[in-house]
Nanobody
């Protein structure tokens, strides 16, 4: 299973960015796909997740600003990030959990991730 990320970059606060994660083969429709982020010196945080049936979950810190979506024709899961804040600056990763299901805590798949993308840096300036 391969996860290939694109997008990211630098914008000013209040701006928008979209991240993409192409998920190889049948994993796209069978796995839970999760976006994480990690800022320097901070713990990794689950941001948004899409289960194999299309249901989604978000961390409280991004609700109403971030949207996870998918394009079935392209095997791609997107993270649309609007109203960005400096505290959203981090390296963002997509990951896949083959067991499926969403965590009750929000922003995460239920089980551990077996596959990871390479990460992409997002920098928000004030």
């Amino acid at each position: 299973v391969r996860l290939v990320q694109s997008g990211g970059g630098s914008v000013q606060a209040g701006g928008s960015l979209r991240l993409s994660c192409v998920v190889s083969g049948s994993a796209y429709s069978r796995y839970c796909v999760n976006w994480f982020r990690q800022a320097p010196g901070k713990e990794r945080e689950g941001v948004a997740a899409r289960d194999k049936d299309g249901t989604t979950t978000y961390a409280d810190s991004v609700k109403g600003r971030f949207t996870i979506s998918q394009d079935n024709a392209k095997n791609t899961v997107y993270l649309q990030m609007n109203s960005l804040k400096p505290e959203d600056s981090a390296t963002y990763y997509c990951a896949a959990d083959p067991l499926g299901g969403l965590s009750v805590s929000g922003g995460r798949c239920r089980y551990s991730m077996d596959y990871w993308g390479e990460g992409t840096l997002v920098t928000i300036s004030s």
